[in-house]
Structure formats: structure tokens, C-alpha cells
């Protein structure tokens, strides 16, 4: 046996795990991109992640109020309290 088919044959493919990403990895590629935030009531907000902590507070800039899918209001900045949060997600540009 070669040296050479011995080394192909000791790689190793990467795991799954090396591929995941947390939470926390989520958060920080979407700061300062466009989300949606769901709240428990079914309201979302949608605007651009200023910033957020470990209690998930969120603050937004240029959100939209959407209640049932309609537009209701429009903020330059909010602030969502992080127990009311249900969800957030990306949104495309």
C-alpha cells in the first residue's frame, strides 16, 4: 500500500456539526439587515435590526406594523420587549 492511499483514505468528510448554526450565529449575520419579528399576538413587525440582548429585546429602525397582513403603521424606530417575541427571520432586500 502506498503512502498516498493511505493519507486519502485516513480524511475524514466534515460533520454535521461543523456545518449547524446556532442561534446566536443566526442574530449576529442579521444584525443590521431587514427582519421580520412575530410577536405572540400574531403582529409582525418588519424593519432593520438595530440591535438586541440576551433577554431578546429588540430595537428596529424603519419598521411596519402588520396585523392580519395588512399594513397598520409605520415607526422610524421600535422597541419590542423580548417576552412578547415569538420568532424573528430574514428578509430578503
Known amino acids: 500500500m502506498s503512502s498516498e492511499s493511505k493519507d486519502a483514505s485516513t480524511e475524514e468528510a ?16 442579521v444584525l443590521g439587515r431587514p427582519v421580520n419579528v412575530r ?11 438595530a440591535c438586541l440582548d440576551g433577554y431578546m429585546n429588540i ?3 424603519q419598521t411596519e406594523e402588520y396585523v392580519d397582513g395588512q399594513l397598520k403603521s409605520k415607526y422610524g ?8 417575541v415569538l420568532y424573528i427571520s430574514s428578509q430578503k432586500r
Request: aromatic share 8%.
Open 14 to 29: 466534515p460533520t454535521n456539526a461543523e456545518h449547524k448554526r446556532s442561534p446566536a450565529d443566526f442574530l449576529k449575520a
Open 39 to 49: 410577536l405572540n399576538t400574531g403582529t409582525d413587525y418588519k424593519g432593520v435590526l
Open 59 to 61: 430595537a428596529m429602525e
Open 77 to 84: 424606530d421600535c422597541f419590542i420587549r423580548g417576552n412578547n
